[in-house]
C-alpha cells in the first residue's frame, strides 16, 4: 500500500466523531476501563437560551473540562463558580479523583485556582505573546447515592 499524506483541514463532525471512537476504542482496550461519558452542566436564561456552560467528560477516574463559557452579559453572577461546583460534584459522584483544565492566559486561570485548581504546567508563546495553564483539580473520594 502506498500511502500519500494529504491535507484535509475541514474534517466533518461525523469523521472526527469516527476518528475519536477509534481513539477511545483503543485507549479503552489498553487500560481497561469502558467508563467513559459525557460531563456538561448549562445555564439558561428566562427565555431558554444558554448563556453558561461546563462541558467536558470524565474516563478512568479523570475529568476533563473541556469548554467553560459565560456569556459577557452574564458574569460576575457567581454563574462559573456554580457551574464548577456542579461539574465537580457529578464527577466525583462517578468515582473521578481529579479534574483538568486548560486556560490562556488572558482567560481564566485564577478563577480556576480561587475554584481548588493548581498550576501544573504553563506554556510560554501559546499564542505568540501569551500563555497556557494547565491546571489541576484534586477531589475527594465520594459514594454515589442511588
Not at 463532525?13 to 469516527?18: L, P
Not at 444558554?50 to 470524565?58: H, K, L, M
Amino acid at each position: 500500500m502506498t500511502t500519500l499524506a494529504q491535507p484535509k483541514h475541514d474534517l466533518s463532525a461525523i469523521e472526527i466523531d469516527a476518528i475519536e471512537d477509534r481513539i477511545y476504542a483503543y485507549n479503552r482496550d489498553a487500560v481497561g476501563r469502558d467508563d467513559a461519558q459525557g460531563l456538561g452542566f448549562v445555564i439558561r436564561d428566562e427565555v431558554g437560551r444558554i448563556v453558561g456552560v461546563a462541558t467536558g467528560y470524565s474516563w478512568a477516574g479523570t475529568s476533563e473540562l473541556k469548554q467553560m463559557w459565560i456569556d459577557e452579559a452574564y458574569r460576575g453572577r457567581g454563574y462559573a463558580r456554580e457551574l464548577l461546583n456542579a461539574f465537580a460534584a457529578e464527577a466525583a459522584i462517578r468515582g473521578v479523583r481529579r479534574i483538568w483544565v486548560q486556560s490562556h492566559d488572558f482567560q481564566a486561570p485564577g478563577m480556576y485556582e480561587k475554584a481548588g485548581f493548581v498550576r501544573v504546567a504553563e506554556f510560554a508563546d501559546w499564542p505568540e505573546g501569551h500563555s497556557n495553564v494547565i491546571l489541576c483539580r484534586t477531589l475527594e473520594a465520594t459514594t454515589a447515592t442511588p
